[in-house]
C-alpha cells in the first residue's frame, strides 16, 4: 500500500501563488510516477499534470501549462505542484495520485491521497 498526503491548499486572491504538497509513504518503491487531479464542484475530476520519480520533465494538461509546474524530491518522497498566477477557475480540491505509469487518466492511478481545497477569490 501507499499512503498519499497532500498539504498547502487554502484561500488565495486571484493572481496569487500556492504550493501544493504530497507526502508518499508506504511501498513507494511500487510507484512510477505522481499524479496531480483536481475536481471543481460539479465537475469531473481532471489532470492537472505528472511527474516520474525517475526524473525526465513532467507532463501537464495543456491548457495549465506555464502557470503550474510539478517538482520532486525523492529524498523526502514528495511532490509538489506550484500553481502561478491563479484564477478563480482554479478554485477545487486538489489530489494527488499514484501510479505504475506516466498517466494521464484517472482510472491510471492506483492510489489517491485525501486531497486539499484550493480557493482563489476574484
Known amino acids: 500500500q501507499v499512503q498519499l498526503v497532500e498539504s498547502g491548499g487554502g484561500l488565495v486572491q486571484a493572481g496569487g501563488s500556492l504550493r501544493l504538497s504530497c507526502a508518499a509513504s508506504g511501498r513507494t518503491f511500487s510507484t512510477y510516477a505522481m499524479g496531480w487531479f483536481r475536481q471543481a464542484p460539479g465537475k469531473e475530476r481532471e489532470f492537472v499534470g505528472a511527474?516520474?520519480?525517475?526524473?525526465?520533465?513532467?507532463v501537464y494538461a495543456d491548457s495549465l501549462k506555464g502557470r503550474f509546474a510539478i517538482s520532486r524530491d525523492n529524498a523526502k518522497n514528495t511532490v509538489y505542484l506550484q500553481m502561478n498566477s491563479l484564477k478563480p477557475e482554479d478554485t477545487a480540491v486538489y489530489y494527488c495520485?499514484?501510479?505504475?505509469?506516466?498517466?494521464?487518466?484517472?482510472?491510471?492511478?492506483?492510489?489517491w491521497g485525501q486531497g486539499t481545497q484550493v480557493t482563489v477569490s476574484s
Open positions: 511527474i516520474r520519480w525517475s526524473g525526465g520533465r513532467p
Open positions: 495520485a499514484a501510479s505504475g505509469i506516466l498517466g494521464r487518466v484517472r482510472d491510471e492511478y492506483d492510489y
